[in-house]
T-cell receptor, first 114, second 112 residues
Framework: AQSVTQPDIHITVSEGASLELRCNYSYGATPYLFWYVQSPGQGLQLLLKYFSGDTLVQGIKGFEAEFKRSQSSFNLRKPSVHWSDAAEYFCAVGAGSSASKIIFGSGTRLSIRP | DTAVSQTPKYLVTQMGNDKSIKCEQNLGHDTMYWYKQDSKKFLKIMFSYNNKELIINETVPNRFSPKSPDKAHLNLHINSLELGDSAVYFC???????????FGPGTRLLVL
């Protein structure tokens, strides 16, 4: 069965520091992978997605993610975080026919230390 | 202009009541979804409609009934509300399945 694991429930980093959020997936075929961000009290916004091609994907707000098939990972990175990046981050995998069903990880809460 | 909108934003009601949540998208998308996010922030798909046809129906109590009058609207009706139904319900849409999903702001349902 398809699944997504985000091993870190809560991460705190200092403003200006680099960030890496971990995501591991379980899926038999080539996965469709997503990272979404949810600010407090808001809906989800897509940061980036991977369907095929270049395994390093650039997203909005300076985020990038790298698909590593050998490690079944799709980690999210940002070289220098800003206080406005504090939010909940969700990794997700597209499952089912045409990836019509999105399975979300449990989320990682990011806090920023001034 | 709001792409995916939901009403109401907040809903407080008593156990046993029936309530509806409305969702509208003005993106011209063919596929719409309902998700439930529990108190631990876990997000799970409930239903998906493509061009008014149900394509995903996860293991959801049959007290929950989605209705799609046209492809721009997907409403969620809940009968006999229970305490465990308290959650945030998100509507989303995408052009086709597998493409980027755009989420509404959520409806915070509290059942007392």
């Amino acid at each position: 069965a398809q699944s997504v694991t985000q091993p870190d429930i809560h991460i705190t980093v200092s403003e200006g520091a680099s960030l890496e959020l971990r995501c591991n997936y379980s899926y038999g075929a080539t996965p469709y992978l997503f990272w979404y961000v949810q600010s407090p009290g808001q809906g989800l916004q897509l940061l980036l997605k991977y369907f095929s091609g270049d395994t390093l994907v650039q997203g909005i707000k300076g985020f990038e993610a790298e698909f590593k098939r050998s490690q079944s990972s799709f980690n999210l990175r940002k070289p220098s975080v800003h206080w406005s990046d504090a939010a909940e981050y969700f990794c997700a995998v597209g499952a089912g026919s045409s990836a019509s069903k999105i399975i979300f990880g449990s989320g990682t809460r990011l806090s920023i230390r001034p | 202009d709001t792409a995916v909108s939901q009403t109401p934003k907040y809903l407080v009601t008593q156990m046993g009541n029936d309530k509806s949540i409305k969702c509208e998208q003005n993106l011209g998308h063919d596929t719409m979804y309902w998700y439930k996010q529990d108190s631990k922030k876990f997000l799970k798909i409930m239903f998906s409609y493509n061009n008014k046809e149900l394509i995903i129906n996860e293991t959801v109590p049959n007290r929950f009934s989605p209705k799609s009058p046209d492809k721009a609207h997907l409403n969620l009706h809940i009968n006999s509300l229970e305490l465990g139904d308290s959650a945030v319900y998100f509507c989303a849409s995408s052009q086709v399945a597998r493409e980027t999903q755009y989420f509404g702001p959520g409806t915070r349902l509290l059942v007392l």
